[in-house]
């Protein structure tokens, strides 16, 4: 019982902090819907969702509860236009959370873990199975979510990174977005498409993935074993997707999040 009134309490604190820290200025740019122990549903604008997860679990972190640890969260975030079905919504928000809770299973030190997937569609049956189709190119993926939501490469420094690119008069939305496209047809076509891009933006982009844990910005994927595979992941669709969701401002943005 100990137990669980701290983890109530911490959740409260947490939220509270989180939503303040967020929303300050935004109020009404989002919605509670249910909390309860620690179950959370909330509907917000599409660029508060991601901070709102990153403040969180940083609050979080500083309210260890009764046994000195921290509560780790498994957060599912779906961002779509505001005519979605919300009941498909909810099921897909659902779906990415248990992906994340997944991942912690796997690796419980990295504390909190966020799995979140952008919709354009009217509709959407399996985000898991949508991502797989649309990030594997042979042994190439283009994606590594889900991510912890702090630490070293997290969405945390992700949003850092696109926050960044979004300041810079050097980067031109168009070629961030074809370059991507590229890298759908496979990591050597998308290495020359990185070498022809003007030289600032090529530089800044080289830079933003150093500091994302690239040990060699020229490249936009690194190699990783799995089993008895090698595979070439790159994180720049994920940054891509983040810095498409700070462009847009909300007056504009006709899309939300859950």
């Known amino acids: 019982e100990r137990f669980y009134h701290s983890m ?18 935004a109020p009404k740019n989002y919605q509670l819907l249910m909390l309860g122990g620690d179950d959370l549903l909330l509907v917000c604008s599409a660029r508060h969702a991601l901070p709102f997860v990153c403040a969180y679990a940083k609050a979080l972190n500083n309210l260890p509860l009764c046994d000195d640890q921290p509560l780790s969260i498994g ?15 909810h099921a897909t928000a659902e779906a990415l959370a248990d992906s994340a809770k997944q991942r912690y299973r796997a690796a419980p030190n990295m504390g909190s873990v966020v799995d979140w997937h952008v919709t354009s569609s009217s509709w959407l049956e399996d985000p898991l199975a949508e991502r797989r189709a649309d990030s594997l190119v042979g042994r190439a993926v283009l994606s590594n979510k889900p991510y912890p939501v702090l630490g070293t490469l997290s969405l945390s420094t992700l949003l850092e990174q696109a926050g960044k690119l979004t300041q810079t ?39 933003v993935l150093q500091s994302l844990g690239n040990s060699d910005g020229h490249q936009l994927f690194q190699s990783q074993e799995a089993g008895d595979s090698v595979w070439q992941i790159s994180v720049l669709p994920d940054l891509v997707e983040l810095f498409e969701i700070n462009r847009r401002p909300d007056h504009h943005n006709k899309e939300d999040a859950t």
């Open 75 to 89: 957060a599912g975030v779906v961002i779509a236009k505001g005519t979605f079905p919300f009941h498909r919504l």
């Open 8 to 25: 109530r309490v911490a959740v409260r604190k947490g939220l509270t902090t989180a939503l303040n820290e967020v929303f300050w200025d």
């Open 169 to 207: 008069n050097t980067m031109a939305r168009s070629q961030l977005r074809n370059l991507v496209v590229v890298m759908r047809k496979g990591p050597e076509l998308a290495e020359l498409a990185l070498l022809e891009l003007p030289d600032k933006m090529r530089f800044t982009l080289q830079g």
